[in-house]
């Protein structure tokens, strides 16, 4: 009940203010494109790796994870709802980059020049109640919403493993008592002993490797499901002719997409701004380092679990689009086994446990950062939302992805008023003498 009462408020607001939130973030890019010249000097500098490493590590850290698989497949299953097969998503979310990913370049390169977190941004160009509502709504989103979609992925994986190789079959209650709270336990005793910036540190340099691994599994992938290519674009093209349209004239694919993108990329929520809050490069280089991790995130996650899982549900018995993601990322996983075998098996899980861990564990950096509270008070509101999100992605996923959607929209509205109105009317202040 809880969650169709979200989904209906959230439903509503993407439906008939999506155009709204279009117009803003091409008011936002074309402002700044014209402007970008009189508010930052362009790099003649030649590039440091040092200094761009830490923004990107913390960035691709944090949005490459276990909960883009989750989050694409559920795209699918809403797609394949309203009349499609689930692979137009690929196409919508196309579109809908166009639109959205050079906000990513905007939201940091206003933040750097006014050397403001977005939380003080906000509260500079808008109001601190405004502010106040974003900050809550970012934290919330991400250490209840992102979090939830790791631990369902980690689950997903212990599952799997347990019912394919033990024969032991978990239900809700040993899912919690011996899956979700072991890494709640570990989590809790990584913040409360301070050690998550070296936990978060290593784990993060992980993730290039990860990513280089996963990236080449599915490069193996492909050339083994070869003759599937064409079929898999013919699949794109059908399903989006098949899409059905939302009240107002928006495709509800181009509505699935920018919540998936946003989910993915974390773009116009302001998280790419505070992971180059400590300003080791220039304005413009730190917006295309955050701009760059958007496209990695994205492409990782879309192209990779579409075309995975369109494979295994056109060739592979017992693979479909199923309301139950547990089914959904197990066909995933048991694709992936059926093509590659184990090589590809243990990137794949690897993938899921390392880069889930990273963004539980990065969640804490934005409660950090975003919360004007003591250090005791940011302890506790994290252990409490991630205690709320795994008891919560046992038995009611569906809550965690419906308020997810409708905290997006919150804090994403929030954040482009605010972007707006700085380009509107406060950007000739950093205009350079």
Same mark, same amino acid.
């Given at each position: 009940?809880?969650?169709?009462?979200?989904?209906?408020?959230?439903?509503?607001?993407?439906?008939?203010?999506?155009?709204?939130?279009?117009?803003?973030?091409?008011?936002?890019?074309?402002?700044?494109?014209?402007?970008?010249?009189?508010?930052?000097?362009?790099?003649?500098?030649?590039?440091?790796?040092?200094?761009?490493?830490?923004?990107?590590?913390?960035?691709?850290?944090?949005?490459?994870?276990?909960?883009?698989?989750?989050?694409?497949?559920?795209?699918?299953?809403?797609?394949?709802?309203?009349?499609?097969?689930?692979?137009?998503?690929?196409?919508?979310?196309?579109?809908?980059?166009?639109?959205?990913?050079?906000?990513?370049?905007?939201?940091?390169?206003?933040?750097?020049?006014?050397?403001?977190?977005?939380?003080?941004?906000?509260?500079?160009?808008?109001?601190?109640?405004?502010?106040?509502?974003?900050?809550?709504?970012?934290?919330?989103? @991400?250490?209840?919403? $992102?979090?939830? +979609?790791?631990?369902?992925?980690?689950?997903?994986?212990?599952? #799997? =493993? %347990?019912?394919? !190789?033990?024969?032991?079959?978990?239900?809700?209650?040993?899912?919690?008592?011996?899956?979700?709270?072991?890494?709640?336990?570990?989590?809790?005793?990584?913040?409360?002993?301070?050690?998550?910036?070296?936990?978060?540190?290593?784990?993060?340099?992980?993730?290039?490797?990860?990513?280089?691994? @996963?990236?080449?599994? $599915?490069?193996? +992938?492909?050339?083994?499901?070869?003759?599937?290519?064409?079929? #898999? =674009? %013919?699949?794109? !093209?059908?399903?989006?002719?098949?899409?059905?349209?939302?009240?107002?004239?928006?495709?509800?694919?181009?509505?699935?997409?920018?919540?998936?993108?946003?989910?993915?990329?974390?773009?116009?929520?302001?998280?790419?701004?505070?992971?180059?809050?400590?300003?080791?490069?220039?304005?413009?280089?730190?917006?295309?380092?955050?701009?760059?991790?958007?496209?990695?995130?994205?492409?990782?996650?879309?192209?990779?679990? %579409?075309?995975?899982?369109?494979?295994?549900?056109?060739?592979?018995?017992?693979?479909?689009?199923?309301?139950?993601?547990?089914?959904?990322?197990?066909?995933?996983?048991?694709?992936?086994?059926?093509?590659?075998?184990?090589?590809?098996?243990?990137?794949?899980?690897?993938?899921?446990?390392?880069?889930?861990?990273?963004?539980?564990?990065?969640?804490?950096?934005?409660?950090?950062?975003?919360?004007?509270?003591?250090?005791?008070?940011?302890?506790?509101?994290?252990?409490?939302?991630?205690?709320?999100?795994?008891?919560?992605?046992?038995?009611?996923?569906?809550?965690?992805?419906?308020?997810?959607?409708?905290?997006?929209?919150?804090?994403?509205?929030?954040?482009?008023?605010?972007?707006?109105?700085?380009?509107?009317?406060?950007?000739?202040?950093?205009?350079?003498?």
């Amino acid at each position: 009940m809880i969650a169709a009462w979200i989904n209906a408020l959230s439903e509503g607001l993407w439906e008939f203010f999506l155009p709204l939130l279009i117009i803003l973030g091409l008011f936002i890019n074309i402002k700044m494109v014209k402007a970008r010249a009189k508010i930052s000097d362009s790099d003649i500098s030649s590039w440091q790796l040092s200094k761009i490493k830490g923004a990107l590590s913390i960035s691709l850290a944090s949005k490459v994870g276990t909960g883009a698989i989750i989050g694409v497949l559920a795209a699918m299953w809403q797609g394949s709802v309203h009349g499609g097969s689930g692979e137009g998503i690929v196409f919508w979310v196309l579109v809908g980059m166009l639109f959205l990913v050079p906000i990513t370049y905007s939201e940091v390169l206003f933040t750097q020049i006014s050397k403001q977190t977005p939380r003080d941004f906000i509260t500079t160009n808008l109001n601190a109640k405004a502010a106040t509502v974003y900050a809550l709504g970012l934290v919330a989103l @991400y250490a209840f919403g $992102f979090v939830g +979609f790791q631990l369902t992925g980690v689950q997903t994986v212990v599952r #799997y =493993f %347990s019912e394919n !190789y033990l024969d032991y079959h978990f239900n809700s209650v040993t899912a919690l008592l011996y899956i979700v709270m072991p890494i709640i336990l570990l989590a809790g005793m990584v913040i409360v002993t301070k050690s998550h910036h070296l936990f978060i540190n290593t784990l993060s340099s992980l993730i290039f490797m990860i990513i280089l691994a @996963y990236v080449c599994f $599915f490069m193996f +992938f492909v050339y083994q499901t070869r003759d599937f290519i064409s079929q #898999y =674009f %013919s699949n794109i !093209y059908a399903d989006v002719m098949n899409f059905q349209s939302a009240g107002i004239g928006i495709p509800i694919g181009l509505i699935i997409a920018f919540q998936r993108i946003i989910q993915i990329s974390e773009t116009s929520l302001g998280t790419s701004a505070l992971s180059s809050s400590d300003r080791e490069n220039s304005p413009r280089r730190e917006a295309f380092v955050q701009t760059v991790s958007t496209l990695i995130s994205i492409a990782i996650a879309v192209i990779i679990t %579409s075309y995975v899982f369109a494979y295994g549900q056109a060739h592979i018995e017992g693979v479909a689009l199923v309301g139950d993601s547990f089914e959904r990322v197990k066909g995933y996983i048991f694709t992936v086994f059926q093509v590659t075998g184990y090589m590809g098996l243990s990137i794949v899980v690897l993938f899921f446990v390392v880069s889930g861990f990273t963004t539980i564990l990065g969640s804490f950096h934005y409660v950090n950062t975003s919360l004007n509270i003591g250090e005791n008070g940011r302890i506790i509101t994290y252990l409490f939302l991630i205690s709320l999100s795994g008891a919560l992605s046992v038995t009611h996923f569906d809550i965690i992805f419906e308020a997810s959607n409708l905290l997006m929209f919150i804090v994403g509205a929030i954040n482009l008023l605010a972007m707006a109105l700085f380009i509107h009317k406060k950007i000739h202040i950093f205009h350079k003498i």
